[in-house]
């Protein structure tokens, strides 16, 4: 059983540019949760989408966006990259919204 | 604010010690406690949790035991190891859903051989 899946592993990007990161959840999981973890913190809540609505925001600017696919595949994206963005983007996954989340490796984004 | 209050920030033990890392919550609607392992360079990874109509749960060397009264939960590790060492983060799935989860700021352990 394959776990969840993020891609890219890493990126660079330069200030005022755009990212797209993606996550394919585990198999059978429709809950799709993105995570912020910036160097010595915990992961900090950006969204939740289950059965692709968007059932949670957390406290991060219009310039994060997200949405899940049909096959509940999500993307996460940010506009207009602050040197601040740079962090380990991680995608946890869940069989509904009361349930276990696993996450997945994570993209790791520096903002040059 | 949001976040889980998580002490301490690091924790040193010898090998064979136990080593106990304790979070506080502030919503009393908080219904969900996972802990999370994360070694360096890797994912976060599951490893115990607790709902609130429980006191306490066990797996193996590990338990979390939970305070509802206080609003807070520990997580016992017995009979450390080296390979025990990583940072360690308490969570707080909050309300009526657990696709939210706030996290404390995390624990380092380390344990010497």
């Known amino acids: 059983d394959a776990g969840v899946t993020q891609s890219p592993t890493h990126l660079i990007k330069t200030r005022g540019q755009q990212v797209t990161l993606r996550c394919s959840p585990i198999s059978g999981h429709k809950s799709v949760s993105w995570y912020q973890q910036v160097l010595g913190q915990g992961p900090q809540f950006i969204f939740q989408?289950?059965?692709?609505?968007?059932?949670g925001r957390g406290n991060f600017p219009d310039r994060f966006s997200a949405r899940q696919f049909p096959n509940y595949s999500s993307e996460l994206n940010v506009n207009a990259l602050l040197l601040g963005d740079s962090a380990l983007y991680l995608c946890?996954?869940?069989?509904?919204?009361?349930?276990?989340?696993?996450f997945g490796p994570g993209t790791r984004l520096t903002v040059l | 604010g949001e976040n889980v209050e998580q002490h301490p920030s690091t924790l040193s033990v010898q090998e064979g010690d136990s080593a106990v890392i304790k979070c506080t919550y502030s919503d009393s609607a908080s219904n969900y406690f996972p802990w999370y392992k994360q070694e360096l360079g890797k994912r976060p990874q599951l490893i115990i949790d607790?709902?609130?109509?429980?006191g306490e749960k066990k797996d193996q060397r590990i338990a979390v035991t939970l305070n509802k009264t206080a609003k807070h939960f520990s997580l016992h590790i017995t009979e450390t190891q080296p390979e025990d060492s990583a940072v360690y983060f308490c969570?707080?799935?909050?309300?009526?859903?657990?696709?939210?989860?706030?996290f404390g700021r995390g624990t380092q352990l380390t344990v010497w051989p």
């Open positions: 946890a996954s869940s069989l509904g919204t009361a349930n276990e989340q696993f």
């Open positions: 607790i709902r609130s109509n429980v």
């Open positions: 989408y289950y059965e692709k609505e968007e059932r």
């Open positions: 969570a707080d799935g909050r309300g009526s859903t657990l696709g939210r989860l706030y």
